[in-house]
């Protein structure tokens, strides 16, 4: 079965901190693997994909992640939080045939302190 | 371009009504996705249509039903609606291959 994990409920870092949210996922054929984040009330926003190629994938606001087959991971990183990065944070997980549903994790929500 | 847009942004609705949300998705686009997504948790999938036929359905019961129409908007419907219909219904377009999926800021439905 297809299944997504975010082990973190809630995360708390310092503004200028470094940070890391995991991801671990469940998928029988070759994954696409997608961070989203939202902020209260809002939609979600796609902050990168991961497809082929390239393991370590850039995405927008300054985040990456890592694609790690091995550990069936996808963790996203950020060097240094700014407040304005408090959200909550999905991970997500569909099939290279495209036009797949996708299964999502619980999220984790980060907060960020002065 | 405009992304995808959905309306309304909130309703409010008593138990047993039924109640239409739409979504316009993305110029282009011909897929459409709806999601389910309960306070505290991650979005679960309901539908999705491409080029206006089903090609995939959640783990949702029959009072949920879905349709698109030939300029790929689409009306997500649900009837006899119970308490815990309540969520944020979020709408999500693509195009084919590995674009991905954008969403909207979706529908805060209520249910009293």
């Known amino acids: 079965a297809q299944s997504v994990t975010q082990p973190d409920i809630h995360i708390t870092v310092s503004e200028g901190a470094s940070l890391e949210l995991r991801c671990n996922y469940s998928y029988g054929a070759t994954p696409y693997l997608f961070w989203y984040v939202q902020s209260p009330g809002q939609g979600l926003q796609l902050l990168l994909k991961?497809?082929?190629?390239?393991?370590l994938v850039q995405g927008i606001k300054g985040f990456e992640a890592e694609f790690k087959r091995s550990q069936s991971s996808f963790n996203l990183r950020k060097p240094s939080v700014h407040w304005s990065d408090a959200a909550e944070y999905f991970c997500?997980?569909?099939?290279?045939?495209?036009?797949?549903?996708?299964?999502f994790g619980k999220g984790t929500r980060l907060s960020v302190i002065a | 371009d405009a992304g995808v847009t959905q309306s309304p942004t909130h309703l409010i609705k008593t138990r047993g009504q039924h109640v239409t949300l739409r979504c316009s998705p993305i110029s282009g686009h011909k897929s459409v996705s709806w999601y389910q997504q309960v306070l505290g948790q991650g979005p679960q999938f309901i539908f999705q249509?491409?080029?206006?036929?089903?090609?995939g359905r959640g783990n949702f019961p029959d009072r949920f039903s879905a349709r698109q129409f030939p300029n790929y908007s689409s009306e997500l419907n649900v009837n006899a609606l119970l308490l815990g219909d309540s969520a944020l219904y979020l709408c999500a377009s693509g195009s084919t291959g590995t674009s991905g999926y954008t969403f909207g800021s979706g529908t805060r439905l209520t249910v009293v």
């Open positions: 997500a997980v569909g099939s290279n045939s495209g036009n797949t549903p996708l299964v």
């Open positions: 249509y491409y080029e206006k036929e089903e090609r």
């Open positions: 991961y497809f082929s190629g390239d393991t």
